[in-house]
Nanobody, 120 residues
Framework: QVQLVESGGGLVQAEGSLRLSCAVS????????MGWYRQTPGKQRELVAT???????DYADFVKGRFTISRDNAKNTAYLQMNFLKPEDTAVYYC??????????????WGQGTQVTVSS
């Protein structure tokens, strides 16, 4: 069974840092595009960052220069390093995996989310 388990969320002061982790099991991590998304009450879930199996990254404009997405294929884990956090970064952060397979449609999996709260 595929599992994505986020960790590392918590309460932090503005300008502080957190590192989120997403441990993946039950699927081929190395064949997946990994992503981090976030959601606050009353808002749609929004893309934060993605990283491909070839380590190509993409970021939402509002986190460029502050957040870094990475992956460790040996550990089947994706990370989101968040620096210079702002109160508006407060959200539930979700890990996403999109499995890319030859001759098959992509399959998407989600973690349960981890709460990040930034105080002013």
């Amino acid at each position: 069974q595929v599992q994505l388990v986020e960790s590392g969320g918590g309460l932090v002061q503005a300008e502080g840092s957190l590192r989120l982790s997403c441990a993946v099991s039950g699927m081929s991590f190395s064949m997946s595009v990994m992503g981090w998304y976030r959601q606050t009450p009353g808002k749609q879930r929004e893309l934060v960052a993605t990283i491909t199996s070839g380590d190509r990254t993409d970021y939402a404009d509002f986190v460029k220069g502050r957040f870094t997405i990475s992956r460790d294929n040996a550990k089947n884990t994706a990370y989101l390093q968040m620096n210079f956090l702002k109160p508006e970064d407060t959200a539930v952060y979700y890990c996403n995996a999109r499995l890319i397979r030859m001759m098959r449609p992509p399959t998407t999996y989600w973690g349960q989310g981890t709460q990040v709260t930034v105080s002013s």
